[in-house]
């Protein structure tokens, strides 16, 4: 059964903690439930969002619209069988539970991802990735309701067309999915993943490789850089790190030998943090808003700041870069 709600207060439904309402929201805990909303008014027709943990939105204002909130809880195991455990996971389940989860059973691809926020249904849309990990590595399928035609479709990995930081549902399927179930497959042999940066020197110290070794070494990291949404507003990293053509990444390197860079395909990754740091921007405060003191992509509210003050910083930073580097950085978080 769905749960309706008119003039919903959303301070609690995204990680920014705007204080911004949606004329509607509505709960779904099941992919029947969403399939009901066929006939729902309010929902067909108008504008409408669906949202997760609301770890990835800017609200610039009130919605007015209809936001749908995918509630569904299982965690389903399909087969325990052979080297790959295959798990069948409800859109609202919370990512860092089904972290946990598979790491307490001995399942390895998950841990890289440890205290990521949101939900599992918000996964695929942006291919969460951190410390050499990507969503994409462990995902077999997609499971959602196409909101046009409100049938029950599956995508497979490839059809997913994962990139970094993007997917079909950020791309043709935006705003026209409900995703509801999301299907892993996770190895039950031993699979490492500690080259990042420091991450396999924590490893160590805490006693070697083993999945609650490296989910603890991620989450100290992270807690170390990344604030806690619970107690800083915050939407994680508010840009992608630019992908630059070779030549532009070169000359770059030699005006600034310290730049950190990472060739990838045809291209060089620049980190964002970086660029934006040299400009002098790590730890601005632009009345209620800022960039964070100690991780540069990642821009806070520091109470009561609104979404316009955090895009105005936004585009600040944007221009800053620009000028300084001729590199355009791209928002990660979605304007609504
Ligand atoms: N850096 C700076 N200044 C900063 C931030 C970073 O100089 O203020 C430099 C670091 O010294 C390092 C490089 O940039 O050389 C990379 O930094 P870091 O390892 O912190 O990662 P990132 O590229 O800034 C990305 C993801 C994060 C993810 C980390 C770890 C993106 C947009 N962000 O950040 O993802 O946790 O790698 O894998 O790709 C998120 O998506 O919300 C998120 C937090």
């Known amino acids: ?162 990139g970094y930081r993007t997917s079909i549902f950020k791309q043709e399927l935006r705003g026209k999915a409900a995703i509801t179930q999301v299907v892993f497959g996770l190895s039950r042999q031993p699979r490492y993943n500690t080259s990042y940066d420091s991450l396999s020197e924590m490893v160590k110290q805490l006693g070697g490789e083993s999945l609650r070794n490296v989910r603890q070494a991620v989450v100290a990291t992270r807690r170390g850089k990344l604030p806690n949404p619970a107690e800083l507003g915050n939407a994680g990293s508010f840009f992608k790190n630019p992908f630059v053509e070779a030549s532009l990444a070169e000359e770059l390197q030699k005006k600034h030998p310290a730049m950190p860079s990472f060739p990838s395909g045809s291209g060089v990754k620049i980190p964002a943090g970086w660029l934006i740091e040299q400009c002098g921007l790590k730890g601005a405060r632009r009345g209620s808003v800022g960039v964070h003191p100690k991780q540069a992509l990642v821009l806070v509210n520091y109470g009561g700041g609104t979404g316009s003050e955090v895009l105005a910083l936004a585009r600040e930073i944007c221009q800053a870069v620009h000028s300084r580097f001729g590199v355009t950085l791209e928002l990660e978080v979605n304007v609504v």
């Open 1 to 162: 059964m769905i749960e309706k709600f008119y003039t919903y207060p959303l301070q609690r439904h995204n990680t920014f903690g705007f204080e911004v309402n949606a004329r509607c929201l509505i709960k779904a805990y099941s992919t029947q439930d969403v399939l009901q909303l066929r006939n729902d008014k309010d929902f067909v027709g108008g504008t409408r969002l669906v949202m997760g943990g609301g770890s990835n939105l800017l609200f610039t204002s009130d919605f007015d619209g209809c936001i749908l909130q995918p509630l569904l809880q299982n965690i389903s195991p399909e087969s325990d069988a052979g080297t790959t455990a295959r798990l069948r996971v409800g859109a609202g389940v919370a990512w860092d539970e089904l972290v946990e989860y598979c790491v307490e059973r001995g399942w390895h691809g998950l841990e890289n991802l440890s205290l990521i926020p949101g939900t599992v249904g918000a996964c695929p849309v942006q291919n969460i990735g951190a410390y050499g990990a990507e969503a994409k590595d462990v995902i077999e399928g997609v499971e959602y309701v196409d909101l046009e035609s409100f049938e029950v479709s599956y995508l497979s990995n490839e059809q997913c067309r994962f």
